[in-house]
Structures are given as structure tokens and as C-alpha cells.
């Protein structure tokens, strides 16, 4: 590999048009006879007047010079281990000390998830795209797939970067999965892929596979690691393994969780955690706010075990937009609506129905989602989640 850089592959970097950023930044080997002679070290810091490559055992900094443009950054560093080397980026009076992006390059979905999600036979595919934290080479951080198959490119969007989508542009793999790790990024935080289509036009949308979202009206997604809830139904999962259902009556009772019981706009909401969200104010009752899981564990489940029945069926919880639609109009299909609280809220809801001795129905809506620009409509340029004819592709009756 040559030391310098065309223009060019510059310009891929600096306008956004590389589909794997990989091949030009991060670290890269420079041989002669076959043997690696020393270390090139690339990266694009839009918004850095001067960056060093530190390496930590060594204790030691190499300055980076610019190259074809004042923020693409090159280096050559000869005989220190780079390992987990880090940035040391100087903008204006401050300073900060980051792990490369582009040096953790390793793909973290498999040939056989991409094999079985490609013939559409991957059900845990959730836990492979989405927002994952996890730790590389040692390192934490959180690990971002996205399936965006037609799109130009995809970059990652947050307060992390200050929603610029040309710092952390993601890969293009197989499948159409893009994909990228953010090293020491903080679980929870909020983020969004900016999608762009071959015209160079811009999509900001939410993570489809997200677990969490922000509350309404923000439409960002936010990482949420699902591993920290104990589940205490282990008694109701196992009787109903074991049982025949079609042999027991039963009695449903179906409710919206929005419109069942409201709260004072005054009131707290309260969460598993004892923490409180910002209040979810009904778009109907301004004076009013939803209850929350934790709090429709306290009024909810007393109630229907008091009048007998077996089961709850909510209409749909997954993340939506509008409030009028009751859930129907679907943006995250893996998200439980942040309007009444966490994930982990929600799951504590259903441990304690199932606690009670009551099953929980959810309702699943796949015939159609609204066209919000966070949503999956149109999502990368192309009619990629609905049919292409708007007869075939949106069901007009609820």
C-alpha cells in the first residue's frame, strides 16, 4: 500500500460517496519485500484543526499532517504497537482523547446470519442489527447494523457527533447491511442513520430494529440493553409449556394502555427504576398525562383479576407517532412506546400479569406504517419495507 492518497479517495471521505470508509481509513500496513515496514494511520475529523495518534502502552504521540484537505489527517508510524491506539483531536481551545472508529474493523454478523436473513429465515435477527452494546478488542462501546440495501451511503447521527453525518460513516457489507462500531459509547444515548438515496437526497430516520425511541414527539432512537431485566415468571412460562390451552376457558379483556386511565399533567410519571421520564402528555387531554407500565401494574392488574378474567390484550404498543392512531401506524416494531415508560418497564408489566396468573396478548399491526420521515416508509430511496404500488402497499381501512 502507497503511503500517499489521491485526491480523489480523499474526496470519497470528505463529500460522503465511500461505501467502506474502511479501505481508506483507519490503520493500514505499509510493506516493502513482502514485510510491513511501518503504519499509516488516516482519519477525517471535519471539525479538527490539529490530531495526533496516541499509543498508549508506549506513552508516546506521532502528529498527523493534513492531507488534500485541512481535516483529513495522515500518519506514519514506525515500530510502536497500535493496538487500541487512540486520536488525540485538538479543536479550537479543546481537546479530546477518542478511539478510532475505523480501527475495529472486524464485521460482527456472520456468513450464516447474513445467509439466513437474506432467504428470510433469521428470527433472532434483532439481536444482529439494531444498536447493540458489547465490547471489541477490549474496548466498550456500541456495535450499529443497518439494513439499507439501496441506499448511496449511511452514516451514524447523534449528540456523539453533533448529528454530522460525515464522522461516522458506516460499511456497506453483504446483503445490503451497513454497519459500524462507536468505541466508549454510553448505553442510552440517542441516535439516528442518516440515509442517503443515489440522488444524494437525505433520510434522517430511526433505527428499525431499536428496542427504544425518544419520547414523542422527538422520533430518535436510543440503545437500550434488554440483559439487565430478571424475570420472575418462571412458574407461568412453565405451566403454560405444559398445559392445553384450547382446553381452558378463557376471558379477554382488551384496552388501550393511552386512554384507559390518564394521570394529572402535574404528576410524575413513575418507572421501575424510581427515576421520571418527561411527562407524555395526551394530544386529547392537555391537563392529563398517561400512566405509565409500572403504574398500570398498580391499577390495571387488580382490576381485571377482580372482574375474572385470564388474559389482557393491548392494542398496539410498539413505537408510533401519533397518538390518534392507537398504535396503528407502526415506526418501530421492536420498540415498546416510550409514552409509558423503558423497555424494561414495559417487561415488568407483563412478569406481573404473569405473576397473577394473567396471560398478555399484544397486538402486532404489519399491514401498514405512516409516511413520517423517521418512519420506513420510502426508507432508503426505495419502497424498501412496502410494495411499490400504493394499491398493494398500504391497507386505507383500519
Known sequence: MSITIAPEQVNQIVYNLHHNPFEILGRHPYEQNGKVKSWIVRAYLPDADAAWVVC?????????????NPHFFVCVVQNANLDNYQLRIKSGDSERVIYDPYAFSSPRIT??????????????????????????????????????????????????????????????????????????????????????????HIYEESDPYGFKQEVSPKTASNDADLNTY?????????????????????????????SWMHASADEPMKLLSGDAEPVAVSEWKQ????????????????????????????????????????GYQVTGYYA???????????????????ENGIGVIVDWVPGHFPKDGHGLAFFDGTHLYEHADPRKGEHKEW
Open 56 to 68: 498508549p502502552e508506549e506513552r508516546t504521540e506521532y502528529p498527523m499532517q493534513p492531507m488534500h
Open 111 to 200: 456468513d450464516v446470519d447474513i445467509h439466513l436473513f437474506a432467504e428470510g429465515n433469521h428470527h433472532r435477527i434483532y439481536e444482529k442489527l439494531g444498536a447493540h452494546t458489547t465490547t471489541i478488542d477490549g474496548v466498550a462501546g456500541v456495535y450499529f447494523a443497518l439494513w439499507a440495501p439501496n441506499a448511496r451511503n449511511v452514516s451514524l447521527l447523534g449528540d456523539f457527533n453533533s448529528w454530522d453525518g460525515r464522522k461516522h460513516q458506516m460499511r456497506k457489507g453483504s446483503s445490503g447491511i451497513w454497519e459500524l462500531f462507536i468505541p466508549e459509547l454510553a448505553a442510552g444515548t440517542a441516535y439516528k442513520y442518516e440515509v442517503k438515496n443515489w440522488e444524494g
Open 230 to 258: 430478571e424475570w420472575n415468571d418462571a412458574d407461568w412460562m412453565e405451566e403454560r409449556r405444559n398445559s392445553a390451552p384450547l382446553d381452558k376457558p378463557i376471558s379477554v379483556y382488551e384496552l388501550h394502555l393511552g
Open 287 to 326: 391537563d392529563a398525562r398517561f400512566l405509565s407500565y409500572y403504574e398500570l401494574v398498580d391499577k390495571l392488574i387488580p382490576y381485571v383479576k377482580e372482574i375474572g378474567y385470564t388474559h389482557i390484550e393491548v392494542l398496539p404498543v410498539a413505537e408510533h407517532p401519533f397518538d390518534g392512531s392507537w
Open 336 to 354: 415498546p412506546s416510550s409514552r409509558y415508560g423503558n423497555p424494561e418497564d414495559f417487561m415488568y408489566f407483563v412478569d406481573k400479569c404473569h
